[in-house]
């Protein structure tokens, strides 16, 4: 599949029948792509290499990403959660001479032009051409693990192949409404809420992230989110597994109860766990666990109705291919990326993801954390920290744990509750709960409370939630310390 291909399947949308439904507009299938084309004209009358966007949810991101696949123009889309830091990071790396933003934006030569209804400054600026792959169509840059995250150089048609791949598999599902309530930039949503409807000729559902209660990039209101997939009877998100967490816990705490026409909650980014799918579901929410990385243009696997595995990350899809290698970790092909920005090319025919892993009989996938992970304790046993710390989050009093212990003779855990004012009695509890389902080896003898929830701003978590494990462990590296050492003495 091309762009072309995709876009002559949007502008055969019957007149009338909206493509993209914002809170003050709604545009059908010919007219996005009239959009579209108006902005693709403008941006290769520019003469632009690499446009990045700064941009909110909403229609005018959705154009200007298609325009510029479009345009032959790399596309460069910034999070808005990104630091300053990062965000020039970003375009210097990836050679970035055009900027699209809704104001002028420092260094550009700003001009005002309209995108889906939107007044925009389409910036230029001059700047020296990116060492890139050759076909990159977008970078994509990971979820800023470090103050340089990594930009990702994709195809078009891998990307485009992907989202069929998506779509074909969940057609039976019968999506008439997606709503977007992920960040745009995070490439999951990007093909699998954009890309993916597109194709299939769902509607899609793309308000101000404000108005699914997301803000920053760790903040989340889970009322809010549900209030919009009421008033806009959708039958689909996308959620992280925190976002999943809580909007389980508010349900949970309210007793209010799902509408049938929601039918399908995809959730994936980090670790989520049987626990959290059976809770999500008890609760009226029909969670589904995937599996997918930036390097393979995304989604991999996935949990669907009528093939599902709760505990696994799901099947492989049409368009990938998965195999674990004899050391257990999981290696993928089938949408490899082209490349780093910056660095050599990257093809491999099989990449190796650094995930640990298994295929059951039936071939569903069982990833059991991160390689460079691996604790080993003093007393020689291996644990991936991930197993355990699913284990505690399972627990419905714990919102956030971060298990540590490499070469000591127990585990210890910063643990952040689900609730405020919880005392220190109930996380011991539901600490000893976990420790129950756990081998002697894998359990923690000790725990300190997080001086604050993990999040991105905080430099202790990656956009989608994984946790940066050196920084935590330096903040808490004193009371973690007393904490063993009190441990010991009970002991002793």
């Not at 900027?99 to 700003?110: C, N, Q, R, T």
């Not at 039976?172 to 000729?201: D, S, T």
């Amino acid at each position: 599949m091309t762009v072309e291909h995709l876009l002559a399947r949007v502008a055969a949308r019957p007149r009338g029948v909206p493509a993209l439904i914002a809170p003050d507009a709604a545009i059908d299938g010919p007219a996005l792509v009239e959009a579209v084309e108006r902005l693709a004209a403008a941006l290769a009358r520019s003469g632009a290499r690499a446009v990045a966007t700064l941009l909110d949810n909403g229609p005018a991101w959705i154009v200007a990403d298609l325009a510029a696949l479009r345009a032959g123009v790399v596309h460069v889309p910034l999070p808005t959660f990104f630091t300053p830091a990062q965000r020039e990071h970003a375009l210097a790396v990836a050679g970035v001479d055009a900027m699209l933003a809704p104001v002028a934006f420092p260094g550009f030569e700003p001009r005002a032009s309209t995108v889906a209804g939107a007044t925009l400054h389409l910036g230029r600026r001059s700047a020296v051409p990116a060492a890139m792959p050759e076909g990159t169509a977008k970078v994509t840059f990971t979820s800023g693990t470090t103050g340089a995250p990594k930009g990702v150089c994709l195809a078009s048609g891998t990307m485009l192949a992907v989202a069929r791949s998506l779509a074909d598999a969940m057609a039976p599902l019968g999506i008439e409404r997606h709503l977007v309530a992920l960040p745009l930039p995070v490439l999951l949503e990007n093909l699998a809420g954009v890309y993916a409807p597109l194709w299939h000729g769902s509607g899609i559902v793309v308000p101000p992230l404000a108005a699914v209660g997301l803000a920053g990039s760790s903040s989340f209101d889970p009322a809010t989110l549900d209030a919009m997939i009421r008033r806009e009877h959708a039958n689909s998100v996308i959620t992280l597994p925190q976002m999943l967490r809580a909007w389980t816990a508010w349900r949970n705490a309210t007793g209010r109860t799902a509408r049938a026409e929601l039918r399908f909650v995809a959730v994936g980014g980090a670790a989520v766990g049987r626990a959290l799918i059976e809770q999500a579901r008890a609760v009226g929410l029909p969670a589904y666990e995937g599996y997918g990385l930036s390097e393979g243009a995304s989604v991999q696997t996935l949990n669907l109705p009528g093939a599902d595995r709760p505990g696994s990350v799901g099947r492989a899809l049409p368009h990938a291919k998965i195999r674990v290698a004899d050391d257990g970790e999981i290696e993928i092909a089938g949408t490899p990326m082209l490349g780093y920005v910056g660095e050599p090319s990257r093809r491999i025919d099989w990449w190796p993801t650094g995930d640990l892993g298994e295929i059951d009989a039936d071939g569903f996938l069982h990833v059991r954390g991160r390689r460079k992970n691996v604790l080993i304790t003093g007393f020689g046993r291996n644990v991936s920290p991930e197993w355990v710390e699913t284990a505690l989050r399972s627990l419905p009093l714990i919102a956030q744990a971060v298990v540590f212990g490499d070469g000591a003779p127990a585990l210890s855990a910063v643990l952040w509750p689900s609730r405020a004012g919880l005392d220190d009695a109930a996380l011991d509890a539901a600490v000893a709960a976990a420790n129950a389902a756990l081998p002697d080896y894998a359990r923690v003898r000790h725990w300190v409370r997080a001086r604050a929830p993990f999040a991105p701003e905080a430099g202790t978590c990656t956009a989608n939630g994984r946790p940066l494990r050196v920084a935590i462990e330096q903040i808490h590296a004193a009371a973690l310390a007393t904490a063993e050492k009190r441990a010991t003495d009970v002991v002793q």
